[in-house]
């Protein structure tokens, strides 16, 4: 897959790009990270990306000049075509569904924006404004590599272990259950005995019990998506009254 990256601030990718997961796929070939500079595309000397806004306020805003030129050259580049996000936190929210149909895409280009957004005519050529959630960041970068992250690691042979992006949060709409790895007791605290039982229908049963119970507790608008058993509404409805401890 192709992600292209349109940044004035590109040495930020260095690091997080290059390490673990993100990194490990770039080496395999399974994730071509291209990045883009804004200020290749601007005029005066100064190479300038910002401006004042319009009709007055604080802060700058992002020119549409050399924003749409670097997409325009990123779209026109004989690689597969590209779906264009521009990330903002005015966007659609960043979803689990949304990464997934991403990773399916031969070619994601992630714009990046400064200052206090991009000018509304740059926003004109994205395909789709992406939000990674209800605050603001002093840029879209973070947000472009969290998203690639997210991305990436749903594509085929990016993980070791396929299966490990299938069971997790979100899935099914509901969080993931608790994990646990040796010792099967530290300081006292064990890991539950059906965990160690070998039993797969009982630890899946627990799994699920305790992936219920967590999303009543922290997420309960997530539940919305999920799909229970009347059994399982129950479980939800006396945790959501306090009634249920484990
Ligand atoms: N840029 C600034 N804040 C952002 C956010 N929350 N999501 C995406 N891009 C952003």
Redesign the pocket.
């Known amino acids: 897959m192709i992600i292209d990256i349109v940044t004035i601030f590109p040495e930020m990718f260095d690091g997080p790009m290059s390490t673990s997961m993100v990194g490990l796929a770039r080496e395999k070939g399974l994730l071509d990270l291209r990045l883009h500079d804004p200020r290749d595309h601007t005029e005066d000397r100064h190479r300038s990306t910002d401006d004042y806004p319009y009709g007055g306020g604080p802060g700058m805003v992002m020119k549409p000049e050399p924003v749409i030129r670097a997409v325009r050259a990123v779209r026109a580049s004989d690689a597969a075509p590209a779906t264009v996000v521009f990330?903002?936190?005015g966007?659609e929210p960043?979803t689990q569904r949304m990464a997934e149909e991403f990773s399916r895409l031969p070619r994601l280009a992630l714009v990046?924006?400064r200052y206090e957004g991009f000018d509304e005519r740059s926003l004109a050529h994205a395909d789709r404004e992406?939000?990674?959630?209800?605050?603001?960041?002093?840029?879209?970068e973070l947000?472009a590599m969290v998203v690639t992250d997210a991305v990436i690691r749903l594509v085929p042979g990016v993980l070791g272990h396929e299966g490990s992006a299938l069971d997790e949060s979100f899935a099914d709409s509901l969080l993931e259950y608790p994990q646990y790895t040796r010792p099967a007791e530290f300081e006292g605290a064990r890991v539950p005995d059906v965990l160690l039982s070998g039993d797969h229908a009982k630890i899946a049963a627990y799994r699920r019990r305790q992936a219920i119970i967590k999303t009543a507790r922290v997420r309960p608008d997530l539940l919305a998506g999920a799909d229970l058993t009347d059994e399982e509404r129950t479980l939800v409805a006396r945790v959501l009254e306090g009634s249920e401890d484990r």
């Not at 939000?131 to 002093?138: K, N």
């Open positions: 990330l903002t936190p966007g960043f990046c924006g992406v939000s990674i959630g209800d605050f603001v960041l002093t840029g879209g947000a």
